[in-house]
């Protein structure tokens, strides 16, 4: 049973293995965990159910995580809802335009720790400014 204070995270990510880490860490961790295999599955989710953060994988089938941050920001209940975007192409990736036109407030590169999503999750959960902590996360 979920208690009132345990905070909702949506896990999307297409990988099932990477998937199930972060279920299992998230979780350790406190959590209420709920997974989605694409950004649209993510989109269906969002609009049956309300999250307090969302952790998404960039490139998916179906709908990208950066897609699906454009169409959040879209909307007004979902406008505020913290993004923590997951991504092996950092090179290729505006930073700047991010955080500025899509509002996702860190950017982790794959591999990274999953202790250190666990603390970056906490962290933005807890409103406190991101400070990124090692070089596998950027805060923006």
Not at 15 to 22: D, L, Q, R
Not at 44 to 69: H, R
Not at 98 to 119: A, D, H, Q
Request: proline share 4%; aromatic share 4%; glycine share 6%.
């Amino acid at each position: 049973m979920t208690s009132a204070m345990q905070k909702r995270i949506l896990v999307v990510e297409d990988n099932i293995a990477m998937a199930g880490v972060i279920r299992f860490t998230l979780q350790h961790a406190g959590f209420d965990v709920t997974l989605a295999a694409n950004g649209q599955e993510a989109w269906n989710l969002l609009e049956e159910s309300d999250f307090d953060l969302i952790v998404t994988d960039q490139q998916m089938p179906y709908m990208t995580g950066i897609a699906l941050c454009r169409k959040l920001r879209g909307v007004g209940k979902l406008q505020e809802i913290p993004v923590i975007l997951l991504t092996a192409k950092r090179l290729e990736l505006d930073l700047e335009r991010l955080r500025t036109e899509l509002g996702i407030s860190t950017v982790m590169l794959k591999p990274f720790s999953p202790s250190e999503l666990s603390r970056i999750v906490e962290s933005h959960l807890a409103g406190a400014p991101q400070d990124p902590g090692s070089s596998e996360a950027f805060s923006l």
